[in-house]
């Protein structure tokens, strides 16, 4: 979304769009993620990587970070100018997405000075990726019911670590994790017991196992503690302030709040790239887009696309807010892109007709299946990050102010 | 034609917020459950006092400029009246004479805007439109049977027209008329309106007033042509644009306020020992229809900053586009308003009706979702 932009806003852009132009890397001979959810070997890895540097070191990231940690000082439009840009010209997603999208602004917002200077930069540079350790095969949604459990050993400060997290996202590549960990089993309630570790994964007794995600891909782990040790500086905050930190991670990961580096996590794709695959899909032996109701379907997605930019807009000004829900739009914020992409990615397999059935390598397949890929990888979204049901619990609750489910 | 990817901006002015916070105010106030009840029993189906304060506060001029008699301010400033006047199910025929005063203006007609706009600011007369036909049963601006067939130096008028929104309430009715095949606007006076038999329709939302009106045989001078051929049909679709937009913005406030009410009441009623707003099933729908009115309120306000009247561009796509995405959001809100509210939703005396009724009006008049989607194809797709 642009807004009425000064001149030096309007220059920036130009210079930005023109320099993603001339230094998008070239596409390379494996398939690319679409999400950052989706990194499955080393060689997309290694691309992104490479990529998400030589946008840090060409100053596109980070840029409303002060300098002092490694980003750039500038006001916030800076980087949604890259952001757009970013978009427009279809570069790839940043792969350190967990670091820069919500572990990085945690760090800067409960860490310590020395936390900072440690692990900001290389969170930029995508020297040092991260992961999150939030979920474990017992509790997901009821997430203040974590197990994994951190003792202190007295003599060395150092925690213990025993338990295990799952679905961690980019836990093979990772350097470091943000824990979620019980500390005070005995606690007056089981929020009251946690706390929150900026954690190794290179320690003893840490193991990450990839597990196969629904496309037959790689992208998250089951990372198991055996008495592994990590030091006392590893706590940020204080022993129990757990629950209220890892709030805060999910206002970051939501996009409830701002304050991320920058950057895209998915490869974004528009209802224009549907439609334009409807252009040369036959239905039933007419074109699909003789279709009555395809046609409808297509123009009402049409409509929630324009209807979710321009909310955006609007969730940046409080007068065109109902007064009753100032803060509707960024709590739907995560529910309406995930179940947006869904929606998107759902019809755009439907109106193949026959031909939805091929997936991706069939060389009959429409648009090399990416569709019918994009359709199962589309659950990451309704799923991680907090369930779309959670997400409307939340909004029953602090939005429309209803009684608590639970 | 591609969507337009240019930058998109919505209206956000200070006055824009001042006449919020007044209009809130004053709606929340005059336009109780009590009182538009009340007044849903009453043969005209408005308050006069009412209507004149609204003259005395600039309403009935507020997109009108002020060289006429009317506030000077925006198509974004009168949605927003027209939202609330939806949050408060506030009845009167101002949506009516809004509509009519936007085509006495666009048909450019200095007589006509001499003679009228004045009075129509000020609350002294009434006019409204005769735009839509039983005969053929169409949505579009330029489906018209009516004729007007010349007569020495006076029109004959035939055929019906229907949907005539406080058609009994009207000093003056305007309506679309064929001449010689070519669509036309006709302006009757105060004199031949009041001799026109209206039969007053029955509607699902009953604190609305309309008629069906048969036209054969009435005379009208030459002089009472507004707009004729081209120009006719060039204001037509101006005022179907808008009208797209107040009434969309009429269903988004409808549907806030059915909201309102529904969440007042899953807060406070319980059932097997908890507050039914606990229960997923009541508050999940809830929350898909906040995304509704969500996505409603910007669609309608930047339908509203875009709007120029024209087809075929920007201002006709975002005017469809709201009216598609706002009457889903209205019927939905209002569906769940009775639903949620259990054996009491089902009486009279529950206020949930109210909106869903509301809604229903707004939703099919001037082209359902499904209509709106299909032109909208038409504009996107092919
Ligand atoms: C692709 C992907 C990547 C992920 N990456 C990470 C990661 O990097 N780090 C991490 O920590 N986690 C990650 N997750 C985990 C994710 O956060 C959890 O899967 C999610 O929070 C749900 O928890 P669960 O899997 O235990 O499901 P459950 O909580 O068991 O939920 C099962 C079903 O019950 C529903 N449900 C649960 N509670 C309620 C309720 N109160 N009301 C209504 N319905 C309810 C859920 O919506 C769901 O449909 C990832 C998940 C996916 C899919």
């Known amino acids: ?406 | 034609m591609n969507l337009s990817e240019a930058p998109l901006h919505i209206d956000c002015s200070e006055e824009l917020g001042l006449l919020t916070e007044a209009a809130t105010n004053y709606l929340r106030d005059k336009s109780t459950f009590e009182e538009m009840r009340k007044l849903a029993d009453t043969e005209s189906g408005y308050d006069t006092e009412t209507w004149q304060e609204l003259a005395d506060m600039g309403w009935l001029g507020l997109a009108v400029p002020e060289e006429f008699g009317g506030s000077g301010l925006g198509i974004s400033e009168l949605t927003k009246i027209c939202e609330l006047m939806g949050r408060f199910l506030f009845s009167s025929p101002f949506l009516a004479n809004t509509l009519a005063t936007q085509v006495i203006l666009q048909s450019k007609s200095e007589n006509h805007i001499q003679d009228w706009v004045s009075d129509l600011c000020s609350g002294s007369k009434i006019a409204t439109l005769a735009l839509t036909e039983p005969n053929n049963d169409s949505w579009e601006p330029t489906a018209i049977s009516c004729t007007a067939t010349k007569n020495g130096d006076s029109y004959t008028l035939s055929g019906t027209k229907n949907f005539v929104l406080d058609g009994q309430n009207a000093d003056s009715i305007i309506g679309s008329f064929l001449i010689d095949g070519k669509p036309a606007l006709i302006m009757l006076d105060a004199v031949i309106t009041s001799s026109l038999s209206q039969l007053p329709e029955k509607l699902v939302n009953h604190a609305r007033r309309s008629t069906r009106i048969n036209f054969d045989g009435v005379q009208v001078p030459t002089s009472a042509v507004l707009a004729a051929g081209d120009d006719a049909v060039r204001v037509l679709q101006y005022i179907f644009s808008l009208t797209y937009i107040l009434l969309s913005a009429d269903m988004a406030g409808t549907a806030n306020g059915g909201m309102e009410l529904t969440l007042e009441y899953a807060r406070v009623r319980e059932q097997f020992g908890k507050h039914i707003g606990s229960y997923q099933a009541i508050s999940h729908p809830l929350v898909n229809a906040m995304l509704l009115i969500e996505d409603s309120l910007s669609l309608i306000y930047y339908a509203a900053t875009v709007f120029d009247g024209t087809w075929g561009g920007e201002s006709e796509i975002a005017s469809r586009m709201a009216k598609s995405r706002s009457a889903e959001a209205a019927d939905l809100i209002g569906r769940r308003a009775i639903q949620s509210h259990g054996g009491m939703g089902f009486t009279w005396e529950c206020h949930a009706h109210l909106f869903l009724k509301r809604a229903q009006w707004g939703q099919f008049a001037y082209g359902d979702p499904v209509h709106q989607r299909r032109h909208l194809a038409a504009l996107i797709i092919d």
């Open chain 1, 1 to 406: 979304m642009q807004k009425i932009e000064s001149p030096e806003l309007k220059e920036f852009r130009a210079e930005v769009n023109k320099w993603l132009t001339e230094n998008k890397p070239a596409k390379p001979s494996f398939p690319l993620p679409q999400s950052f959810t989706e990194v499955g070997n080393n060689d997309q890895f290694e691309y992104l990587k490479a990529w998400q540097n030589k946008v840090y070191e060409a100053g596109y990231l980070g840029m409303a970070w002060p300098v002092e940690y490694g980003g750039r000082g500038k006001p916030q439009e800076y980087q949604d100018i890259v952001n757009e840009e970013m978009l427009n010209v279809r570069t790839p997603l940043m792969v350190n997405a967990v670091g820069l999208s919500w572990a990085g602004p945690t760090i800067m917002k409960h860490g310590t000075e020395e936390q900072k200077q440690k692990y900001i930069k290389p969170i930029l540079t995508a020297d040092e990726i991260w992961c999150q350790g939030f979920s474990e095969p017992g509790h997901g949604s009821d997430l203040g019911n974590v197990q994994t459990k951190a003792v202190r050993d007295p003599e060395t400060g150092e925690y213990v670590l025993n338990g295990s997290k799952i679905w961690t996202t980019l836990a093979e590549q990772a350097e470091h994790m943000i824990l979620l960990a019980r500390t005070d089993p005995d606690a007056s309630n089981k929020y009251a017991g946690l706390s929150f570790f900026l954690s190794p994964m290179h320690a003893k007794g840490v193991e990450a196992k990839p597990i196969y995600k629904i496309s037959k891909e790689y992208g998250f782990c089951q990372t198991f503690f055996d008495d592994a040790r990590i030091p006392a500086e590893s706590l940020m905050g204080e022993e129990g302030h757990g629950w209220m930190i890892a709030m805060s991670v999910l206002t970051f990961e939501r996009g409830v709040t701002g304050g991320q580096a920058g950057g895209n996590l998915f490869e974004i794709t528009t209802v224009r790239d549907v439609h334009d695959t409807a252009v040369d899909c036959v239905r039933d032996g007419k074109p699909a887009l003789e279709d009555p109701i395809l046609r409808d379907e297509l123009v009402d997605l049409y409509i929630s696309e324009r209807a979710t930019r321009l909310s955006k807009y609007r969730g940046e000004h409080s007068a065109l807010l109902v007064p009753e829900r100032m803060h509707g739009l960024g709590l739907a914020n995560k529910l309406v892109g995930s179940e947006g992409r869904q929606g998107l990615n759902a019809f755009a397999v439907r109106l193949q007709g026959n031909q939805a059935q091929l997936y991706m390598d069939d060389e009959n397949a429409i648009n090399g299946g990416l569709w019918q890929h994009g359709q199962l990888a589309s659950f990451a979204g309704s799923i991680g990050g907090g369930t779309s049901e959670v997400q409307r619990n939340i909004i029953a609750e602090r939005v429309l102010n209803l009684p608590k489910s639970r």
